[in-house]
Nanobody
Framework: QVQLVESGGGLVQAGGSLRLSCAASGRTFSSYAIGWFRQAPGKEREFVAVISWNSISTYFASVKCRFTISRDNAKNTVYLQMNSLNPEDTAVYYC???????????????WGKGTLVTVSS
C-alpha cells in the first residue's frame, strides 16, 4: 500500500514557475514508478510525466522542455519542477504510483488527491 500527498500548487502568472511535491508513505516507494497527471475542467485526465524506479523519465510532448520530474528515494518524494507556465497548464495535478513507468492512468495503482495549479494570463 502506498499513500500519496501532493503539495506546491497555487496561483502563478504566465511565464512563472512552481515546484510540486509528491510525498509517499510505504517502505516500497523506491520500487514504484511515479507519474504526474493533470485534469483541467471539462477535460479528461492526461499524462504529464513519469519517472521509473531507476530515475528514467518520460514527458508529455507539450511539457518536455519546461517541466522536470525527479525523485529523492531517501525522502520518499517525487518533484515536478514546472517552468515557463502558461494558462493551458491550469489543472489539478495528481501524482500516482505504479509498478510500470507508463504514460497512462490505468497503469497506476495508487493516487493522491491532487493539487490545483492556476496560471493567469
Amino acid at each position: 500500500q502506498v499513500q500519496l500527498v501532493e503539495s506546491g500548487g497555487g496561483l502563478v502568472q504566465a511565464g512563472g514557475s512552481l515546484r510540486l511535491s509528491c510525498a509517499a508513505s510505504g517502505r516500497t516507494f523506491s520500487s514504484y514508478a511515479i507519474g504526474w497527471f493533470r485534469q483541467a475542467p471539462g477535460k479528461e485526465r492526461e499524462f504529464v510525466a513519469v519517472i521509473s524506479w531507476n530515475s528514467i523519465s518520460t514527458y508529455f510532448a507539450s511539457v518536455k522542455c519546461r517541466f522536470t520530474i525527479s525523485r529523492d528515494n531517501a525522502k520518499n518524494t517525487v518533484y515536478l519542477q514546472m517552468n515557463s507556465l502558461n494558462p493551458e497548464d491550469t489543472a489539478v495535478y495528481y501524482c500516482a504510483a505504479g509498478r510500470l513507468a507508463l504514460a497512462t492512468p490505468s497503469a497506476m495503482d495508487y493516487w493522491g488527491k491532487g493539487t490545483l495549479v492556476t496560471v493567469s494570463s
